[in-house]
């Protein structure tokens, strides 16, 4: 809770009950200043940092590989066939669906309101895959950004 501290409701920058990346590490500081250096065990934050991954997370985070997906599926020329014989239709969505909150003169975007109404209106929403999939995949989909916080450009 105390990573949530401060955030406005409505932050779009800043989803509720997500974390965004920063707040993620701040955890992981946290949990290491609380194991290590309160304890005595280490005596500097980057110290026990260290040793929380070395320890703990480091076995763990090793049983994933982040590009299998892109690897072994996105960046394969079936996709990519599927993608640009789609193109059109894609790009008509895309239209359809963003710009509602941009201001005038801004670059259409496409938002998270806009996304879920996307998602929504094609029908993929079942049993199976709920409405609250919805801004999970949203936000892994974003460009990773400098300062996530106070800026949508890199």
């Known amino acids: 809770m105390a990573t949530k501290a401060g955030s406005k409701k409505g932050d779009s920058r800043n989803p509720e009950r997500q974390l965004i990346r920063h707040q993620f590490l701040e955890i992981l500081v ?16 980057s110290e026990a940092v260290d040793k929380l991954f070395r320890e703990h997370l480091d076995k763990f985070f090793a ?10 599926k996105l960046w ?4 990519d066939k599927v993608v640009k014989r789609n193109l059109p239709v894609i790009k008509l969505a ?11 003169g801004q670059t259409k975007y496409m938002s998270l309101q806009e996304f879920t ?7 993929v929403v079942n049993e199976k895959f ?13 460009m ?3 300062n996530e916080i106070t800026s949508d450009k890199l």
């Open 30 to 45: 946290r949990l290491s200043v609380t194991k290590y250096v309160k304890t005595g065990t280490c005596k500097s934050i």
């Open 63 to 72: 049983e994933f590989d982040s590009n299998l997906f892109r690897e072994t």
């Open 76 to 79: 394969q020329e079936d996709s």
């Open 94 to 104: 895309y239209t359809r669906y963003s710009g509602d909150l941009a201001m005038p």
């Open 117 to 123: 109404e996307l998602v929504l209106d094609s029908g």
């Open 130 to 142: 709920g409405e609250r999939e919805i801004k999970p995949i949203y936000s892994v989909s974003m």
């Open 144 to 146: 990773t950004q400098r």
